[in-house]
């Protein structure tokens, strides 16, 4: 595995922005690039990345995210050889959503853990 990038979901992108700031962190990137209505941003401070997403923007994806505030997160999980590793768990883990290449280019599965914790699997192949 190559690294751990927290997705956590907010109700108010804008605000959450002006919050990390405030603790040195940089808005890295965001969705859509510009303009008031972001559903999702990245920002970092030295190697800690966090992406935040709106709850609104999550739609139907993905039910068994708590639409609360707090500790709904979703842990998206870069690596190497994605469909050995799929293939070596699948049968020992829940599946939420199977292998699938996302509109940005990257090929995804998400399980759940024990905790009821959402992990996302990553590679850009």
Do not use: C
């Amino acid at each position: 595995m190559e690294s751990l990038s927290p997705n956590i979901f907010v109700k108010d992108i804008n605000e959450t922005i002006k919050f990390y700031q405030l603790l040195g962190f940089s808005l890295v990137v965001t969705v859509p690039e510009t303009g008031d209505n972001l559903v999702w941003a990245m920002m970092a401070k030295g190697n800690v990345t966090f992406m935040f997403q709106t709850f609104v923007s999550l739609g139907e994806e993905l039910p068994d995210i708590s639409r609360q505030d707090g500790a709904s997160m979703l842990l998206y999980i870069k690596l190497k050889n994605i469909r050995a590793f799929f293939e070596e768990i699948k049968d020992l883990v829940p599946i939420v959503r199977g292998l699938e290449t996302t509109f940005y280019g990257a090929t995804e599965f998400t399980i759940k853990d024990i905790n009821n914790y959402l992990l996302v699997f990553a590679e850009d192949e």
